[in-house]
C-alpha cells in the first residue's frame, strides 16, 4: 500500500534534487528519506532516482509518478483540511511561502497579529524568489504566498493585492553621480553599471524594461536576487541600483532621474481550484487589515 510519508519523502527529493536536503527540509535524517524512497521503490518495482555522484535525477519512473504523487497528497491535504474544518475551529499547519524581503519588511506585524489571534496555528514558513512563490502554489507545494506580484498578470493564480511598493533609484552618499544636480536620464545611468536584482526577478524585469524602452539594455556589474545584500553593495559604492523606497536610508540616497516612476505591487497568491484551509483563510483575512487603504474592501474583512 501506498505510504504518504513514502510519497513526501519522494517529493521532497524530487523537488530538492538531494536526499540530505530532502532530509533537512523534512527534518528527518539522509537514512530515513532514503528507506523511504527504497519502500516506494519496492513497492512499485521500479527504480524512481538515478544517482550520480552527488546528482540526483528522476527516472522516467520517477517522471510518471510525479503527478500522481502531488494529486494523491493533496487529496489527502484536502480530506484531512475538510474534516478539520467541521469543528469550525482555526488550527492545523499553515503551508505559507514568502520572499525574503517581504518576509522580513511586511510580514513581521501580521504574524504577530494573527499569532495573538490564532494560537492554535502552526506555520511552515518557506523563503523562496516570488517567481519561485508563484510556481509553488501553481504546482499546489504551499498553501498561501505573499510575495512580489507578477507585473505582467497570473491568470491562472488568484491573487489579493496588498501594498504598492514604490521604486526608486539609488546610490551611495558620496558617490559621483549623486553629485549631479539635473536629473539622470537612461543614457547618463547606463555609462555607470548598476547593482540590479536579476534578470530572471520580478523587479529586474520592471526595470531592464524601463530601459528597453528607451532602447537601452543595462550591463550589471553585479547582479543578485537579495535586496538586501543589494543595498549593502550600493552603499559601499559599488553603482547605482533601483530599490525599494522604504529601504532608503543612510549611507543611501535617492537619485533624480527623467524616467516615469517604477513600482511593483505585493500580494498574496492561493490557487483558485484548492480549497483553503480555516487557517489560510484567516490568514488572508489578517493580511488585507494590514493592506494599503486603497487596496481594502469589505469583502477581505468578513470571516
Given amino acids: 500500500m501506498l505510504s504518504l510519508n513514502d510519497l513526501t519523502a519522494f517529493l521532497a527529493v524530487a523537488e530538492l534534487k538531494s536526499f540530505s536536503r530532502a532530509a533537512e527540509h523534512l527534518h528527518l535524517t539522509q537514512p530515513a528519506i532514503s528507506k523511504r524512497v527504497q519502500s516506494l521503490e519496492s513497492l512499485l518495482g521500479a527504480p524512481l532516482f538515478d544517482r550520480v555522484g552527488k546528482q540526483v ?4 519512473a520517477g517522471t510518471a509518478l510525479l503527478p500522481r504523487a502531488e494529486s494523491l497528497l493533496r487529496a489527502a491535504e484536502d ?17 505559507l511561502v514568502t520572499s525574503h524581503h517581504v518576509g522580513l519588511h511586511r510580514l513581521p506585524p501580521v504574524l504577530r497579529a494573527f499569532t495573538r489571534e490564532y494560537p492554535d496555528v502552526q506555520f511552515d514558513i518557506r523563503f523562496e524568489d516570488s517567481e519561485a512563490a508563484h510556481d509553488l502554489i501553481r504546482r499546489n507545494a504551499s498553501e498561501i504566498a505573499v510575495v512580489t506580484l507578477n507585473p505582467r498578470g497570473a491568470a491562472d493564480l488568484e491573487s489579493l493585492t496588498l501594498w504598492h511598493d514604490p521604486l526608486c533609484f539609488t546610490v551611495a ?7 549631479i544636480r539635473h536629473p539622470l536620464d537612461c ?11 536579476g534578470s530572471s526577478t520580478f523587479t529586474g524585469r520592471i526595470v531592464s524594461d524601463a530601459f528597453a524602452a528607451e532602447g537601452i539594455t543595462l550591463t550589471p556589474n553585479l547582479s543578485t536576487n537579495y535586496l538586501e545584500t543589494i543595498a549593502m553593495l550600493v552603499g559601499i559604492g559599488l553603482g547605482w541600483s533601483v530599490l525599494p523606497r522604504t529601504m532608503i536610508r543612510p549611507p543611501l540616497r535617492e537619485l533624480a532621474t ?3 516612476p517604477l513600482a511593483r505591487t505585493l500580494g498574496c497568491l492561493t490557487h483558485p481550484q484548492r480549497q483553503l484551509s480555516s487557517a489560510a483563510r484567516a490568514f488572508r ?3 488585507a487589515t494590514y493592506a494599503d487603504p486603497e487596496f ?8
Fill in 187 to 197: 543614457a547618463a545611468l547606463a555609462r555607470e553599471r548598476p547593482v540590479l536584482p
Fill in 258 to 260: 527623467t524616467l516615469p
Fill in 296 to 303: 481594502r474592501t469589505s469583502d477581505d474583512l468578513v470571516p
Fill in 79 to 95: 480530506t484531512r483540511r475538510l474534516i478539520t474544518d467541521l469543528g469550525n475551529t482555526v488550527s492545523g499547519v499553515l503551508h
Fill in 285 to 287: 483575512q489578517v493580511l
Fill in 173 to 179: 552618499e558620496g558617490h559621483p553621480l549623486g553629485a
Fill in 57 to 60: 535525477y528522476l527516472t522516467p
